[in-house]
């Protein structure tokens, strides 16, 4: 079975999850993840082919932001809450209020 | 003179500073202009060349969290707190106490 690598909790960089956190879909993607806990990579009703929500969910995986699981063809996504939190307190909070109060369109148009 | 575009307060978008601050140097150079208010360009001390350091400026500008003043050959930079605190409440002292915590090398040898 595909194992994707997911950084330590230790070696989560400060730097790497803002720049995943600073694109517009990603911040979307990590948002609703935050309202529903976990969803399949194909759920988001996102305007960008499948393989660039891959690509985002990669780069989201690689900087310890999300966890990645595998289950048949299916990838499922979460926030590794617990990690960032641990990690940079009240972080991912601030992010994502920032975000629910910006009104930053992740689709533009 | 020459005027430098900084973005106004409403146009300040949360993917474009998230990205701003997503560059070790730069997390570097907003650490030290919160500590001292205001600095010239030149007297950070970075192993990077200047041209460098004025890249970096730009980005943080044209984001918006820095400001740049120009007196004479001198660029001066600060952050621009109050535009940021009123646009993501909380978001700029988040990032600079993850920033404290986290132990992040900003010149990785």
Redesign the interface.
């Known amino acids: 079975m595909k194992v994707l690598h997911h950084p330590d909790r230790a070696d989560i960089?400060?730097?790497?999850v803002?720049?995943a956190?600073?694109?517009?879909i990603r911040?979307y993607l990590v948002s609703e993840l935050y309202k529903a806990g976990e969803r399949a990579c194909g759920e988001f009703e996102v305007p960008v082919v499948k393989s660039t929500v891959s690509h985002h969910a990669r780069t989201l995986r690689e900087a310890g932001v999300v966890n990645v699981r595998i289950h048949g063809t299916m990838r499922f996504l979460s926030i590794r809450i617990d990690d960032l939190e641990a990690?940079?307190?009240?972080?991912l909070?601030?992010?994502l209020?920032?975000?629910d109060?910006?009104g930053?369109p992740a689709f533009p148009s």
Do not use: I
């Open positions: 960089q400060l730097s790497s803002l720049y956190l600073s694109d517009p911040l990690r940079f307190p009240g972080l909070m601030s992010v209020q920032a975000y109060s910006s930053e």
